[in-house]
C-alpha cells in the first residue's frame, strides 16, 4: 500500500474513485436524480482541478498497486466547506473503496490527517457526516471523533443534515 499527496497528474484517478465511492456508499438512501446531480457537480474535471491546485487543500490517495483504494482529502481555511477556524483542519472526504474496507485503510488516512492537523498547529481536526450515515458515525466514533454541532448539505437539490464531529489535538 503506498500513500500518495495528489497533484493534477492524479486527477483522472481522484474522479474515478471519488465517483464509485460516493455512489457505493449512498445510491440505496437517495434517489437516481439526486445522485447523479451531486456526482456531475461535485466531481466535475474543472471543480477537482481548482481544488487540487488550491494551496489550502490536499487529496492523498492509497494505492494498492496501481489500483487506488482510497482516499481523503483535507482543508485548512479559507478552503474550508464551514467553520473556517484558523486552529482547524477539515477532514473534507475520506472513503475506502468497499473491497478494502475494514483493512486497516480508513484509519491510517486519518492518521495521516491527524499528522498534517499537527504539523500546521492545528488544535482540532474537524469534519461532517450525515446524520444517516451510521456505519462511519461508528467508525469515527471509535478513532474518538465527538459531535459538537450540526450544518446542513447539500446533495443535488436535496438538502441534508450532518453532524459536525471533531478530535481535539
Ligand atoms: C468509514 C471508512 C472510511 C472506514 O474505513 P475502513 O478502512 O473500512 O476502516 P478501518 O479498517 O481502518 O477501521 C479502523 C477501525 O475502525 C473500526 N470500524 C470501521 N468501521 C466501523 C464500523 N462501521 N463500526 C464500528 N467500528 C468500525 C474497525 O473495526 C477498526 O478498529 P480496530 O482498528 O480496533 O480493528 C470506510 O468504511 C468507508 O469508506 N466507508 C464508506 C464511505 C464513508 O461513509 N465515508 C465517510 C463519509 S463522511
New binding site residues.
Given amino acids: 500500500m503506498n500513500l500518495h499527496k495528489c497533484t493534477i497528474d492524479n486527477i483522472s484517478d481522484l474522479i474515478s474513485i471519488g465517483r464509485e465511492?460516493y455512489y457505493d456508499?449512498f445510491y440505496a438512501m437517495n434517489s437516481a436524480e439526486t445522485m447523479q446531480k451531486y456526482l456531475d457537480e461535485a466531481f466535475d474535471q474543472k471543480k477537482i482541478e481548482s481544488e487540487l491546485k488550491n494551496p489550502k487543500s490536499s487529496f492523498y490517495l492509497l494505492y494498492d498497486g496501481d489500483s487506488p483504494a482510497a482516499y481523503m482529502k483535507v482543508n485548512l481555511p479559507p478552503a474550508q466547506s464551514d467553520l473556517n477556524d484558523r486552529d482547524s483542519l477539515e477532514l473534507e472526504r475520506?472513503?475506502?473503496k468497499k473491497e478494502y474496507?475494514?483493512?486497516?485503510?480508513?484509519?491510517q488516512l486519518l492518521e495521516q490527517a491527524i499528522s498534517i492537523a499537527k504539523e500546521e498547529k492545528c488544535r482540532y481536526l474537524w469534519?461532517g457526516?450525515w446524520e444517516k450515515?451510521e456505519?462511519?458515525l461508528?467508525?469515527y466514533t471509535?478513532?474518538g471523533f465527538v459531535k459538537f454541532g450540526s450544518h446542513s448539505f447539500r446533495m443535488g437539490d436535496e438538502i441534508q443534515n450532518d453532524f459536525v464531529m471533531k478530535i481535539t489535538l
Avoid: D
Fill in positions: 465511492t456508499t475520506i472513503y475506502v474496507k475494514g483493512r486497516g485503510f480508513g484509519r469534519l457526516v450515515n456505519k462511519a461508528e467508525f471509535k478513532m
